[in-house]
């Protein structure tokens, strides 16, 4: 099976690349600001697959319709296409929670238009309930609902769209069921059917003759998400709108194949094949299992079973050579020796206690900023459900020596109204020192959803 899932890989590297090299400045593609011409919309798996291309694509397309206008500040301008394609940006505009995962700026993208919309619906369902009607509800079968308008149903489903991926990025969303793949050989049936019908007159077809509509898929996307990603990637709103197992960072090859035959909140099982004559070193980030200690066991599967026959000696830690502690989003560095298949098994020892909301302390490069009079002035975002106290915010050399401290006393949590939480912090007379980074709460005294957006860099002068 890894053969064909790399020929349908590379095909759709190959059409997604052609469509991101025709994207505009302005983050646009042909056409403009209109649901069709975003015809990256059918490859939300690429990304998550670890394609940088596209997942940077994806992201520069959302920052254009936020500077263009037509979603700013959290509020959809319905010119120049109607409201009921609209829904087409905002539906799977929260898939780009997954694409920046962490990036304040984009949590608060989708907090914004929440908290906006969550005022016109309210409106709306105060009015209807006065005239005894029953609220709307966002339910896109109920488009038809007398008494109601398009807008205002249109605005009840973006209103649903965005609370539920950031639902979902809180960890307040449904988990989806068990992902199990049975029958391999049928899957590589379907593979390499879909690869024996993409042709080149196809590919022509997705990229060079221009004829493309927001109904236009991914090759193969579906069986791709359920083989590499182990699960599915909806954008709509959904239980569980992004509902996988894995990602994986840092492979910009089609050259490692990868089946996820097993995942639930305590197990895993992923089998990956290098064609390379040289190791792949990749990230397996992992987006369902609970939080507790694991043992991970990686070894060579000579019969593509899913079972070890033999164990390779992998130390993650000195202190625990074979456990680790994992939960939601956490990262597991994989090699994969060349020409050689192997498993990778990782199952719950222990379970570990879990606050059931959490804050998520954040800054990116564009929330710091370097003042002439040598001021650094931070700012500082909690985008998780939970209000935090005593927050550190530090200013580090490029040796990790602490230059300056500033202590938050509490910062509230979006949870509240869906408004953004943001502190503004200001360091002065630290010269013009190069090499600078804030880092917030480095001794990991707060419990957070995310810890890898704590820092960014200090600009130069």
Excluded at 28 to 50: E, K, Q, R, Y
Excluded at 152 to 170: G, K
Excluded at 275 to 284: G, K, L, Q, V
Aim: one cysteine or more; charged letters at 25%; proline letters at 6%.
């Amino acid at each position: 099976m890894g053969r064909v899932e790399r020929e349908l890989y590379r095909l759709n590297r190959e059409v997604t690349h052609w469509i991101a090299a025709q994207q505009r400045k302005d983050g646009m593609f042909w056409g403009g600001p209109n649901d069709d011409p975003f015809i990256l919309l059918g490859w939300p798996n690429m990304p998550l697959a670890g394609d940088e291309v596209t997942r940077k694509a994806w992201l520069a397309f959302y920052e254009g319709l936020e500077a263009l206008g037509i979603f700013h500040d959290g509020y959809c301008d319905i010119w120049p296409i109607d409201p009921l394609h609209i829904t087409d940006f905002i539906g799977s505009r929260g898939l780009t929670l997954a694409f920046g995962l962490g990036e304040p700026h984009v949590v608060e993208r989708e907090l914004r238009t929440t908290e906006r919309y969550h005022e016109l619906v309210s409106a709306t369902n105060a009015r209807r309930a006065a005239e005894g009607l029953p609220p709307l509800s966002g339910d896109r079968a109920m488009r038809n609902k007398e008494q109601a308008t398009l807008i205002e149903q249109m605005e009840a489903e973006v209103l649903e769209y965005s609370h539920t991926h950031v639902a979902w990025y809180w960890g307040a969303t449904p988990q989806p069921p068990a992902h199990e793949i049975c029958e391999r050989a049928r899957l590589a049936g379907r593979l390499m059917d879909l690869v024996e019908r993409t042709d080149d007159a196809a590919v022509f077809g997705f990229t060079e003759a221009r004829v493309h509509t927001d109904n236009q898929r991914g090759i193969g996307r579906d069986e791709l998400v359920a083989a590499m990603l182990g699960g599915r990637v909806q954008g709509r709103a959904e239980p569980y709108p992004i509902g996988i197992a894995v990602s994986w960072e840092g492979i910009e090859t089609e050259d490692l194949a990868r089946l996820v035959s097993y995942a639930d909140e305590k197990s895993l099982l992923v089998n990956l094949y290098n064609f390379r004559e040289r190791p792949i070193e990749a990230t397996m980030r992992l987006w369902r299992l609970a939080k507790g200690r694991y043992r991970v066991t990686i070894g060579s599967d000579d019969n593509d079973d899913g079972v070890i026959e033999s164990l390779f000696k992998v130390a993650f830690t000195p202190q625990n050579p074979d456990t680790l502690e994992l939960g939601r989003f956490a990262r597991l560095p994989i090699t994969a020796p060349p020409r050689k298949n192997i498993a990778i098994k990782i199952e719950q020892i222990e379970p570990l206690p879990e606050p059931e909301m959490l804050p998520d302390l954040a800054v990116s490069a564009r929330d710091v900023h370097r003042k002439a009079d040598d001021t650094i002035e931070v700012t500082v975002h909690n985008i998780g459900p939970a209000p935090a106290k005593d927050v550190q915010v530090d200013i580090v050399d490029a040796g990790g020596r602490v230059l300056a401290s500033r202590t938050i006393a509490k910062m509230g949590s979006p949870s509240e109204d869906f408004a953004a939480r943001r502190e503004t912090v200001i360091f002065d007379g630290l010269g013009k020192g190069a090499n600078l980074s804030v880092c917030l709460d480095r001794s990991q005294a707060i419990e957070e959803i995310f810890e890898e957006n704590n820092q960014a860099a200090v600009p130069a002068l």
